[in-house]
C-alpha cells in the first residue's frame, strides 16, 4: 500500500518519526503524525464538532437490540459520556485519568456531571493541549507528553482511553511487538489505578479481515503510523493484571456519527474553506466517507470494554 506523504505546516518544522521532549518509544504515532491530523486548530474543530469538540463516536444504538435510541448527536455523545463516567464510577472526590484527552470534552464532564476532585488529561496534541490549558478549570491538569512517559503524582480511581489507543501501534510491528505495546499500556493502567479501580476504553478494532488485508485497508494517508487493535490483542493483554467485566461492538454507531459529522462539516464547507483551505476541507471529508463504508462493510468495528484491576 502507498500512503500519501504528510505534508508540512508552516509551523510544523519537525520531520514525521522525531522525537518530542514526552515522547516514548515511538512504538506508536509520533508528535508529528498526531498533529499532522489534530493540529489543524481548536476554531476549526468546533465548526463542526461543537463547543465540545468530542472526535470520537457517540453512543446511538442499545448494543444488544442495535435499535437507535438517541435521535441526535448532541444526545448520543452526551449518553457516551455518561457511558464511561458510570463505567469507571466517576463521583465526588474521586481522580480520573483522561488518555489521549482530545480537546478535554470527558474531563470537563467528570467535573461538571460527577465533581471530581481531579480530572487530568494527557494528549501529544500541541492544540489540544493548549486550547484545555486555556479554559483555566479549576482540578483540570493536562500533560503534553505520551501516556508511556506520564507519571502520576497519586493513584486514579478511573482511567478511560476513548479513541486514542488506535494510535499506539505502527502497522510495521510485528504480532509479538504490538501485544508487549497493549501490554505496557495495561501495565500502566495497573499502576497509575487504586485497587478495584476501572478502565473504561473505547477503541476502533479490526473486524474480521486477514492481516494482509488490514495492511492493505490501513488510511495511512489520514492516520499515519496507525494501527487498530484486535479484540482479541487487547483481551489478552489485558489477562492477569484486569478482568474484563464488560465487552460490547457497536460499529453503527461510529456510522451514525461519522454521518452526523460529515452532514456538519458540509453544512459550513464554505466557511471551513475560508478558514483551512479546501484541500484540508477535502482530506476530512474523504476520511470521513472511506470511514463510514469501512464501519457499513465490518472492517472496522466500534467496541467498548471495561475492566477491573486485580
Known amino acids: 500500500m502507498v500512503?500519501?506523504?504528510?505534508?508540512?505546516?508552516?509551523?510544523?518544522?519537525?520531520?514525521?518519526?522525531?522525537?518530542?521532549?514526552?515522547?516514548?518509544?515511538?512504538?506508536?504515532?509520533?508528535?508529528?503524525?498526531?498533529?499532522?491530523?489534530?493540529?489543524?486548530?481548536?476554531?476549526?474543530?468546533?465548526?463542526?464538532?461543537?463547543?465540545?469538540?468530542?472526535?470520537?463516536?457517540?453512543?446511538?444504538?442499545?448494543?444488544?437490540?442495535?435499535?437507535?435510541?438517541?435521535?441526535?448527536?448532541?444526545?448520543?455523545?452526551?449518553?457516551?459520556?455518561?457511558?464511561?463516567?458510570?463505567?469507571?464510577?466517576?463521583?465526588v472526590g474521586s481522580r480520573v485519568l483522561d488518555v489521549g484527552c482530545g480537546w478535554g470534552g470527558f474531563l470537563e464532564a467528570a467535573l461538571d456531571k460527577r465533581g471530581v476532585a481531579a480530572a487530568v488529561g494527557v494528549t501529544l496534541s500541541r492544540d489540544q493541549y493548549q486550547f484545555i490549558?486555556?479554559?483555566?478549570?479549576?482540578?483540570?491538569?493536562?500533560?503534553?507528553?505520551?501516556?508511556?512517559?506520564?507519571e502520576a503524582e497519586d493513584a486514579f480511581n478511573g482511567v478511560v482511553t476513548i479513541g486514542a489507543l488506535e494510535h499506539f501501534v505502527r502497522p510495521e510491528l510485528s504480532a509479538d511487538q504490538r501485544l508487549a505495546v497493549y501490554e505496557g499500556y495495561f501495565d500502566r493502567c495497573h499502576k497509575w489505578l487504586k485497587r478495584d479501580g476501572r478502565i473504561s476504553l473505547q477503541a476502533i478494532t479490526w473486524g474480521a479481515v486477514n492481516r494482509d488485508k488490514q495492511l492493505d485497508?490501513?488510511?495511512?494517508?489520514?492516520?499515519?503510523?496507525?494501527?487498530?487493535?484486535?479484540?482479541?490483542?487487547?483481551?489478552?493483554?489485558?489477562?492477569?493484571?484486569?478482568?474484563?467485566?464488560?465487552?460490547?461492538?457497536s460499529a453503527d454507531d461510529y456510522t451514525e456519527t461519522l454521518i452526523a459529522w460529515r452532514e456538519r462539516l458540509?453544512?459550513?464547507?464554505?466557511?471551513?474553506?475560508r478558514r483551512i483551505g479546501p484541500e484540508r476541507f477535502?482530506?476530512?471529508?474523504?476520511?470521513?466517507?472511506?470511514?463510514?463504508?469501512g464501519f457499513r462493510r465490518r472492517r472496522m468495528l466500534l467496541c467498548r470494554f471495561v475492566f477491573r484491576r486485580r
Request: net charge negative.
Open 217 to 249: 485497508y490501513l488510511p495511512l494517508d489520514i492516520f499515519p503510523e496507525t494501527d487498530p487493535p484486535t479484540i482479541g490483542e487487547l483481551i489478552t493483554a489485558s489477562s492477569g493484571r484486569f478482568e474484563l467485566l464488560h465487552l460490547e461492538n
Open 3 to 91: 500512503s500519501t506523504p504528510l505534508a508540512k505546516r508552516a509551523d510544523e518544522p519537525a520531520p514525521l518519526n522525531t522525537l518530542f521532549e514526552g515522547e516514548a518509544s515511538g512504538a506508536g504515532a509520533s508528535s508529528s503524525a498526531i498533529r499532522y491530523h489534530y493540529d489543524v486548530g481548536a476554531d476549526f474543530y468546533g465548526m463542526w464538532l461543537g463547543d465540545d469538540r468530542i472526535y470520537t463516536a457517540a453512543k446511538f444504538h442499545d448494543p444488544i437490540t442495535g435499535r437507535k435510541i438517541r435521535s441526535t448527536l448532541a444526545e448520543a455523545q452526551s449518553a457516551k459520556v455518561e457511558y464511561h463516567l458510570d463505567a469507571i464510577r466517576a463521583g
Open 282 to 293: 477535502e482530506f476530512y471529508d474523504r476520511y470521513m466517507r472511506r470511514a463510514i463504508a
Open 266 to 273: 458540509h453544512s459550513q464547507e464554505q466557511a471551513i474553506k
Open 133 to 150: 490549558s486555556s479554559r483555566n478549570r479549576k482540578n483540570l491538569s493536562v500533560h503534553l507528553q505520551s501516556y508511556e512517559t506520564f
